[in-house]
């Protein structure tokens, strides 16, 4: 148990309507990484947030959008569903924000658009 | 920008003995950290090994450790008497300047009992 914590485990869901993920990053841990897997590409990173600031983006979808809140939990939400959003999504946490240390990884929210 | 290359699809070992996996690696980057992690069937993402690159000396963790030759940009993992609790997916990872993980496509590791 790497001390993330991750909901819900399982989401099924139709294309158009929008959900929302929540991560718990490990105790005293300051940043949260958002990652997507599916099978045609693969581990993604999606976005940084560190001590609630936007850290950094990578191949997030403007349809998509995250926050880290004052408890430091964070939220990914995904609007306009599409098919082609049906993945695993990984939050991930480290202590700080300087990029040295290890990310720990919850056990994902797999999400599937019917 | 980074990329992460594992060649191998899949490997296949028999228990007790000795696997080697790849990885290959392009970065710009001067200071920069390498890892493996494993995905088994229950998917939770599980760090094996990580490797600070200003660092000479090869990680190692009990029965894992790499091969890490900087100059040819490689990050091999050997596992030593491999175990049924191997069997996984195994995904090289390279960390960019961005603090953000890139990794590899992943290689299915099958322990023949």
């Known amino acids: 148990d790497s001390g993330v914590t991750q909901t819900p485990k399982h989401l099924i869901t139709a294309t158009g309507q929008r959900v929302t993920l929540r991560c718990s990053p490990r105790s005293g841990d300051l940043s949260v990484y958002w990652y997507q897997q599916s099978l045609d590409q693969g581990l993604q990173f999606l976005i940084h947030y560190y001590n609630g600031e936007e850290r950094a983006k990578g191949n997030i979808l403007e349809r998509f959008s995250a926050q880290q809140f004052p408890d430091l939990h964070s939220e990914l939400n995904l609007s306009s569903l599409e098919l082609g959003d049906s993945a695993l999504y990984f939050c991930?946490?480290?202590?700080?924000?300087?990029?040295?240390?290890?990310?720990?990884f919850g056990p994902g929210t797999r999400l599937l658009v019917l | 920008a980074q990329t992460v290359t594992q060649s191998q699809p899949e490997m296949s070992v028999q228990e007790a003995e000795t696997v080697t996996l790849s990885c290959t690696y392009d970065t710009s980057e001067s200071d920069y950290y390498l890892f493996w992690y494993k995905q088994p069937p229950s998917r939770q993402m599980i760090l094996v090994i990580r490797q600070e690159a200003y660092k000479q000396q090869n990680a190692t963790e009990n029965r894992f450790s790499v091969n890490f030759q900087k100059a040819a940009k490689s990050f091999s993992l050997k596992i030593s008497d491999s175990q049924l609790g191997d069997a996984a997916m195994y995904f090289c990872a390279s960390m960019d300047s961005n603090y953000q993980l890139i990794w590899g496509a992943g290689t299915k590791l099958i322990i023949k009992p």
């Open positions: 991930a946490s480290s202590v700080g924000g300087t990029g040295k240390e290890t990310q720990y």
